[in-house]
T-cell receptor, first 117, second 115 residues
Framework: EAQVTQNPRYLITVTGKKLTVTCSQN?????MSWYRQDPGLGLRQIYY???????DKGDVPEGYKVSRKEKRNFPLILESPSPNQTSLYFC????????????????FGPGTRLTVT | AQSVTQPDIHITVSEGASLELRCNYS??????LFWYVQSPGQGLQLLLK??????LVQGIKGFEAEFKRSQSSFNLRKPSVHWSDAAEYFC?????????????FGTGTRLKVLA
């Protein structure tokens, strides 16, 4: 089954304790992205990756790191989490737009609910 | 600056009534435009998308959207709402600039359907 998986689905941690949220897709997609969802703010893009070893900042990258060493995986790293990073996090992937401009939908993972106390 | 505005935070309609959810965007060129739906506790599912061609786009679950360049709008419509349509709806803009993969989402519209 084509899917984007995230682990863990729920995480409660304390301020300053490094954590990693994993994201994996089995669709051979070039593009991957991380978002956070907060009430009243919608989804905001944290980082994205257009291929292995190619990453760039979205709108809210502060406090986060990413890496893309393999095509299928795109982990999100919080090296020193703070309470303002309490949020619902989504990973997404898609094919690269075609040369004719045809774009493809993003497939979203189920989300990771993170609480930082 | 790029932005997406969904002016209605909440909308309530009766089952069987028509629906229109508004979306306005600000973007320098013609963007990729999307509508996603999120049911409670779920991830996001694509309803429809637009980049070029016919400005009236058909999607899943009986939804359609119309791109109006002059109004910078991409409103979502459904002629007859079902109780199962109750969810949160997000409009999104994707960058069409080569070399970027930036997406901006609106703040969402929560739809309530009365029986």
């Amino acid at each position: 089954e084509a899917q984007v998986t995230q682990n863990p689905r729920y995480l409660i941690t304390v301020t300053g304790k490094k954590l990693t949220v994993t994201c994996s897709q089995n669709m051979n997609h070039e593009y991957m992205s991380w978002y956070r969802q907060d009430p009243g703010l919608g989804l905001r893009q944290i980082y994205y990756s257009m291929n292995v070893e190619v990453t760039d900042k979205g709108d809210v990258p502060e406090g986060y790191k990413v890496s893309r060493k393999e095509k299928r995986n795109f982990p999100l790293i919080l090296e020193s989490p703070s309470p303002n990073q309490t949020s619902l996090y989504f990973c997404a992937s898609s094919l690269r737009p075609s040369s004719g401009g045809q774009t493809y939908e993003q497939y979203f993972g189920p989300g990771t609910r993170l609480t930082v106390t | 600056a790029q932005s997406v505005t969904q002016p209605d935070i909440h909308i309530t309609v009766s089952e069987g009534a028509s629906l229109e959810l508004r979306c306005n965007y600000s973007y320098g060129a013609t963007p990729y435009l999307f509508w996603y739906v999120q049911s409670p506790g779920q991830g996001l599912q694509l309803l429809l998308k637009y980049f070029s061609g016919d400005t009236l786009v058909q999607g899943i679950k009986g939804f359609e959207a119309e791109f109006k360049r002059s109004q910078s709008s991409f409103n979502l419509r459904k002629p007859s709402v079902h109780w199962s349509d109750a969810a949160e709806y997000f409009c999104a803009v994707g960058s069409s600039t080569p070399g970027t993969y930036k997406y901006i989402f609106g703040t969402g519209t929560r739809l309530k359907v009365l029986a």
